[in-house]
């Protein structure tokens, strides 16, 4: 009898995702997903779009006062958004 080597699914997973290139996308999506859960509800409804280029997430948020306040926090969301997703997805926030 021969022996097989039992493997957890989500091994697989990642390991498929890996080599097809879809893991960053995936944790991407789901750091701007969490960005209501890290930021609360009152931050999320002034907040327009989000989106991710060159490891930096762009967000727009249309009340001046709030923004101002999140400008002084981008090392904080910085790492709250990573911590979020279990991974390095961005290094900085920028808020517009």
Do not use: C, H
């Amino acid at each position: 009898m021969f022996r097989r080597e039992v493997k957890s699914i989500s091994d697989l997973l990642g390991r498929v995702l890996r080599e097809e290139g879809l893991e960053t996308p995936l944790l991407q999506k789901r750091l701007i997903d969490n960005w209501e859960t890290v930021t609360g509800k009152t931050v999320a409804r002034y907040t327009q779009e989000k989106f991710i280029r060159n490891q930096t997430l762009f967000v727009k948020i249309t009340n001046a006062a709030l923004r101002a306040d999140l400008s002084m926090m981008r090392t904080q969301l910085v790492r709250r958004l990573n911590d979020s997703v279990g991974s390095m997805v961005i290094a900085d926030v920028r808020v517009y």
